[in-house]
């Protein structure tokens, strides 16, 4: 009991709640608790009300990470996380998009609020826009920051710029040329519904695994789609 005390009190738990904590998770009361006892106590289905929230933080069983979205956050994370750096340089050192990678990091690009302008030049109003070149450079140089990894695990989802789930959702259904197209640009390559194989799966995890597409697209994909699921739940949360 005293080293639970002890450990507790570090974390800024009062000596009577961390002795209350003990009691509570001392099932048979045989003055010790063994692990499993501890386990089940505290990450069984009712977190007992007496863990102060500093410990729920610790370790993971606060209402916030238990959450539906806490749950989406924590998946985002891994699924950044899964992606090793060489990873990410494997597809930024590419002289073209891989398969399924340009949608992902335009949507990418559009959580984090680092999507291109995608204006044509004040002397060619009339040119027609590369939206896959501007994208794919962009999202290189993006890529290429020393804390890209970091900010994406560390990311807040309360910082999604207004209107990016809606063009994420048109993104998911069309691509980002189709999209684009929607939006009044002059694209370069026009999107033509009959040819799309991909409509309304161009951001699917599932669907993106399936066409061969490398090991960072797949966890930027996850990213995005859990990212999403966050900020969609955040939203309705607050409605």
């Known amino acids: 009991?005293?080293?639970?005390?002890?450990?507790?009190?570090?974390?800024?738990?009062?000596?009577?709640?961390?002795?209350?904590?003990?009691?509570?998770?001392?099932?048979?009361?045989?003055?010790?608790?063994?692990?499993?006892?501890?386990i089940d106590w505290?990450?069984?289905?009712?977190?007992?009300?007496?863990?102060?929230?500093?410990?729920?933080?610790?370790?993971?069983?606060?209402?916030?990470?238990?959450?539906?979205?806490?749950?989406?956050?924590?998946?985002?994370?891994?699924?950044?996380?899964?992606?090793?750096?060489?990873?990410?340089?494997?597809?930024?050192?590419?002289?073209?998009?891989?398969?399924?990678?340009?949608?992902?990091?335009?949507?990418?690009?559009?959580?984090?609020?680092?999507?291109?302008d995608l204006s044509p030049p004040p002397k060619k109003k009339k040119a027609a826009i590369d939206v896959e070149d501007i994208v794919w450079k962009t999202a290189c140089k993006f890529m290429k920051r020393r804390d890209f990894r970091f900010q994406l695990q560390h990311f807040d989802v309360a910082s999604v710029p207004a209107g990016a789930i809606e063009k994420i959702g048109k993104i998911n259904e069309l691509g980002v040329n189709g999209w684009a197209a929607g939006e009044g640009v002059k694209v370069k390559d026009k999107y033509v519904a009959s040819l799309d194989n991909y409509a309304g799966e161009h951001l699917s995890t599932d669907c993106i695994t399936a066409r061969g597409a490398p090991n960072a697209v797949v966890g930027l994909c996850g990213w995005v789609e859990n990212i999403k699921r966050a900020a969609e739940l955040g939203a309705e949360a607050s409605q």
Not at 16 to 22: I, K, Q, V
Not at 42 to 60: I, N, R
Not at 64 to 92: C, M, N
């Open 1 to 38: 009991e005293d080293e639970l005390v002890a450990a507790l009190s570090k974390l800024g738990v009062a000596e009577e709640d961390a002795h209350r904590m003990f009691a509570a998770a001392d099932v048979n009361h045989d003055g010790s608790i063994q692990f499993e006892e501890f």
């Open 42 to 116: 505290l990450f069984g289905k009712t977190v007992p009300a007496c863990v102060p929230d500093k410990v729920k933080d610790v370790t993971h069983t606060s209402d916030e990470y238990l959450s539906a979205k806490g749950q989406a956050l924590t998946a985002a994370r891994e699924a950044a996380g899964a992606v090793s750096p060489q990873d990410f340089k494997d597809i930024w050192e590419m002289y073209v998009p891989p398969k399924g990678g340009l949608d992902v990091l335009s949507a990418l690009l559009f959580l984090v609020d680092e999507f291109p």
